[in-house]
Nanobody, 124 residues
């Protein structure tokens, strides 16, 4: 079993920054793709970013490119999402999830362990 715990969400003004953390416990996740997703009220959960086990392959959804940075520290079993230049449309619950070990995917159904989520609210 893997437990994922997100932290770092909060209320911020447009243009501000937040850094989300996701710490895994139970079993190491260093060999797995880790992803960040978000879900706004009334909308489906959407892919935000993912990072390979080594950190060498990173992908973002178009709407966050140039503003968000995903990274990981495998020694700490932790994945980060640095969010800069935040916009009101970034408001959502943000989730981290463990993906497959051997292929990249943006589809939430391919991720097997999920955190409880952390709320990010960006005011205009």
């Amino acid at each position: 079993q893997v437990q994922l715990a997100e932290s770092g969400g909060g209320l911020v003004q447009a243009g501000g920054s937040l850094r989300l953390s996701c710490t895994a416990s139970g079993r190491p996740v260093n060999n797995y793709i880790m992803g960040w997703f978000r879900q706004a009220p009334g909308k489906e959960r959407e892919f935000v970013a993912r990072i390979s086990g080594s950190g060498g392959r990173i992908y973002y959804t178009d709407s966050v490119k140039g503003r968000f940075t995903i990274s990981r520290d495998n020694a700490k079993n932790t994945v980060y999402l640095q969010m800069n230049s935040l916009k009101p449309e970034d408001t959502a619950i943000y989730y981290c999830a463990r993906g497959p070990a051997f292929y990249g995917t943006n589809y939430p159904g391919d991720y097997d362990y999920w955190g409880q989520g952390t709320q990010v609210t960006v005011s205009s």
